[in-house]
């Protein structure tokens, strides 16, 4: 049973401006384990779909009715998403890749996580970036990155992807809500970058 609240929608409307390397502000939604493990050979080791929904709900919520957000993903996150949710729907949805060949119906194709920010900015009312853990490391990396939606599973599962080391530079801002399934706890928090 999930105690999960509404998705919350900040209330400040002001457009933030861009950070000092030039990067507009950013959100990454992630879930990890204790360890923070990501996934396995492309797959999730664990089912919470509770965690989908919340992924769902968050990534479309706008304070401004028909706007859309942007999701950001690397290709090989791009390439574990099923044919039937693809693209993920009411969502602009960008991958980011070195192959300047590579292409896919219903996502715009950037070169770099910078590039993809700039360009985007200006189109979506908010900026998530969702994995996998190498787009996770530059994104987390940036000033930009302002927010941190975590769903923190309380159990180590077997990873070959991992999210960055992130509590030096964000602080626990707020939770979200808690729950279990099968057995397995989890919750969900917004971690905000220090000094914000």
């Not at 919350?8 to 923070?36: H, M, Y």
């Not at 791009?78 to 991958?95: G, M």
Request: with cysteine; glycine share 8%; proline share 6%.
């Amino acid at each position: 049973m999930c105690t999960l609240c509404d998705v919350t929608v900040d209330k400040d409307t002001t457009p933030r401006p861009a950070r000092s390397n030039g990067l507009p502000p950013f959100k990454a939604i992630a879930a990890i384990d204790e360890g923070r493990g990501l996934g396995m050979k492309g797959d999730l080791p664990w089912h919470l779909p509770e965690d989908l929904k919340h992924f769902a709900r968050t990534t479309t919520a706008t304070r401004e009715a028909g706007r859309q957000n942007a999701v950001i993903m690397g290709r090989l996150t791009c390439e574990t998403i099923p044919a039937k949710y693809w693209p993920l729907k009411d969502r602009r949805n960008a991958v980011i890749t070195r192959n300047p060949e590579w292409s896919i119906e219903g996502a715009d194709v950037f070169a770099d996580l910078p590039g993809a920010l700039r360009s985007l900015a200006s189109q979506v009312e908010t900026l998530y970036v969702v994995g996998g853990g190498q787009i996770y490391r530059l994104a987390v990396e940036q000033d930009a990155c302002e927010e941190l939606i975590l769903t923190r599973i309380h159990k180590r599962y077997e990873c070959d992807a991992f999210f960055p080391e992130y509590k030096d530079n964000y602080e626990l801002y707020e939770k979200l809500g808690e729950g279990a399934h099968d057995g397995v706890p989890y919750s969900f928090e917004r971690w905000r970058r220090k000094g914000l």
